[in-house]
Structure formats: structure tokens, C-alpha cells
């Protein structure tokens, strides 16, 4: 499986980089007590911070606003997935833990204010393409609604869009059933290569500590 940016992508955001991690052989289950209290006591100490912050302060919510208005989105009517999940915070519509992968991918996304997604290997067909969607880009998201994704990064595989730093698609979710999965982490277009493999790296390190398995990382852009 290859992961390539398309080509419009790079001509307009020619710093644009992700994180690619590769697991395998894990196994994932109910989040551990450790996971939820970790997720939960992150979760309080922001909407303290961000009595005296407005979300559209922290600097990784800053940087990806700036992206979505470069791709043509507006950023005050589509929030990226890391922008959505702290107005949940500020709102203390905390979030509900799921399962140990996707609980951790969102305590990532928190910790360093990016978008993530997760997804299930075995259910992607082919190699994946992340390029800017279109009017006809749509899918069924995790939110339980039918997504246009229009001016939007979006990730490809031979059958459609499955995933976005906007809102993941239901088709490639990881589930307790996952053995094998695909961590897209979005990276800040300021971060370098050194820097964003470094980060990517210590994350797969904790996800393994949770999961067990292996994993495979890289950079691209």
C-alpha cells in the first residue's frame, strides 16, 4: 500500500507533511482505567486553560484554520477534527470513550493540536491518495452524517474517500476486531521532517505499550 499527496495539494501548500504510521498485530479492546482518567484529567485542565484562551489561540488550531482557508474551506463553518474536539472541551462536552485506538489517537490529537485519524487496514482497497476533495466528495462520517467534503483534504483508496481531517468516514473505522491499522497524523505545516518523525515515533512507541504488535513510521511532503 503506497500513500502519495496529489500534486494540487503540494502546489498549494508546498510545506505540507504527514506522519504515516503502520501497526500490526495488535490488539485492541476497551480503553484501560489508566487511558480514561489520562483522556479525562487532559480534557479539565484545557477548559481551565481555556477560560483565559480562546481555542482559535493554540498555535496547532491556528496553523490548520490557515490551511483550510489556503484549500478553499471555510475554517468558522468546517472545523478541522482537533478544532471540533476542543469547542466539545470549552463547552465540557467531554469526550465519551470508545475503544483503547481511538481513545489514544484522540488524546494525541489533543496533547499536540492536530488533527489524526485511525483506520482499519484491512478495510482500504488499494493505495491511498490525500488530495483536495471536491462537489462530488461525500461519504457517511463517523458523526452519523452524510459529509460533503468539498475543498477539503480528503484521503482516497481505489473505492472512494474514507477519511479527513474534518470527519472520519464509518467504512474504514477501527474497531475490537482491528489487527492491523493505519495512523494519518496531519502535521503542522511549520514542523520539519527531524521534528515530525520524532513525534510520530514516540506516539507509535505508547500506542504499542497499549496494543502490543508492531508498527512501521515515515514522512511525506
Known amino acids: 500500500m503506497r500513500v502519495k499527496l496529489a500534486d494540487a495539494l503540494v502546489q498549494i501548500e ?34 481551565f486553560e481555556m477560560d483565559e484562551k480562546a481555542v482559535t489561540e493554540f498555535d496547532g488550531i491556528k496553523e490548520w484554520r490557515a490551511l483550510w482557508k489556503k484549500f478553499g474551506a471555510d475554517p468558522n463553518h468546517y472545523h478541522s477534527s482537533v478544532e471540533a474536539l476542543y469547542r466539545r472541551i470549552a463547552k ?3 469526550i465519551t ?7 489514544l ?14 483506520y ?40 472512494g474517500p474514507f477519511g479527513s481531517p474534518f470527519v472520519d468516514s464509518v467504512r474504514t473505522a477501527v474497531t475490537e476486531n482491528t489487527t492491523e ?7 503542522r505545516p511549520s514542523m520539519d521532517v527531524k521534528e515530525g518523525q520524532k513525534l510520530i515515533n514516540s ?4 500506542f504499542l505499550q497499549l496494543h502490543g504488535g508492531d508498527f512501521e513510521s515515515t514522512i511525506i511532503g
Do not use: C, W
Not at 506516539?203 to 505508547?206: E, P, R, S, W
Open 97 to 103: 470513550p470508545m475503544d483503547s485506538a481511538v481513545d
Open 181 to 187: 491499522a493505519l495512523q494519518i497524523v496531519f502535521l
Open 120 to 159: 482499519d487496514i484491512d478495510k482500504i482497497q488499494g493505495d491511498i491518495t490525500i488530495s483536495i476533495g471536491d462537489e462530488e466528495t461525500t461519504y457517511v462520517g463517523l458523526n452519523g452524517q452524510e459529509n460533503k467534503l468539498e475543498n477539503i483534504l480528503t484521503l482516497q483508496d481505489t473505492v
Open 105 to 118: 489517537n484522540n488524546f494525541f490529537s489533543l496533547k499536540y493540536e492536530i488533527p489524526m485519524g485511525i
Open 92 to 94: 465540557q462536552n467531554y
Open 203 to 206: 506516539m507509535a512507541t505508547m
Open 14 to 47: 508546498p510545506t505540507f507533511k504527514l506522519g504515516i504510521i503502520h501497526y500490526t498485530k495488535i490488539v485492541v479492546s476497551s480503553s484501560p482505567q489508566m487511558l480514561k482518567g489520562r483522556l479525562q484529567l487532559f480534557q479539565e485542565q484545557l477548559f
